[in-house]
T-cell receptor, first 115, second 114 residues
């Protein structure tokens, strides 16, 4: 299993440009998440999905959109990039069972700079 | 709203020392608590997960404890090595429609000097 994969690893955008961060998992997890991590800080939840066709906002959703057409893929879209979106973006997934042992598995991250 | 705090923000120790990293959270209604390791420019690696009904978990030189009533967790690293140098993050979960939604602390950046 490849686990959770993310592309690209690095990207530089100009203000106002758009891009899609890709995330895929091959563990048949229903739950998927997008986080951002600003320098020296913990991770904050942007959006999450509990299954194909179902998405919802997390703590910091403004400026982002997501879709979930398949169980495997959960892309994150930035429509009008702003310097405040410079961050490292992590995708994660977990099993669907309601369990106190429901561990999240993380991808390697995408480092995005908006200039 | 759940808030997670990690103290200290940075720590430098000589090789071989035993050390303790601290994590505190404001809402004791958690499902579990996870400790992660993050190497520079890398993703997160899960180290230990403590269920809310548990008091501690051990893995090799690592021991994590959980005191829900006081809103605290500690990560104990025995006989530290330079390879332990990394940022350590704790995260607490609460169950809602997002499965176990995680709230992260800001991390402790650990440097172990040879």
């Amino acid at each position: 299993n490849a686990g959770v994969t993310q592309t690209p690893k690095f990207r530089i955008l100009k203000i106002g440009q758009s891009m899609t961060l890709q995330c895929a998992q091959d563990m048949n997890h229903n739950y998927m998440y997008w986080y951002r991590q600003d320098p020296g800080m913990g991770l904050k939840l942007i959006y999450y999905s509990v299954g194909a066709g179902i998405t919802d906002k997390g703590e910091v959703p403004n400026g982002y959109n997501v879709s979930r057409s398949t169980t495997e893929d959960f892309p994150l879209r930035l429509e009008l990039a702003a310097p405040s979106q410079t961050s490292v973006y992590f995708c994660a997934s977990s099993y669907s069972q309601v369990s106190s042992y429901n561990e999240q598995f993380f991808g390697p991250g995408t480092r995005l700079t908006v200039l | 709203k759940q808030e997670v705090t990690q103290i200290p923000a940075a720590l430098s120790v000589p090789e071989g020392e035993n050390l303790v990293l601290n994590c505190s959270f404001t809402d004791s209604a958690i499902y579990n608590l996870q400790w992660f390791r993050q190497d520079p420019g890398k993703g997160l690696t899960s180290l230990l997960l403590i269920q809310s009904s548990q008091r501690e978990q051990t893995s090799g030189r690592l021991n994590a404890s959980l005191d829900k009533s006081s809103g605290r967790s500690t990560l104990y690293i025995a006989a530290s090595q330079p390879g332990d140098s990394a940022t350590y993050l704790c995260a607490v979960s609460r169950h809602n429609n997002a499965g176990n939604m995680l709230t992260f602390g800001g991390g402790t950046r650990l440097m172990v000097k040879p």
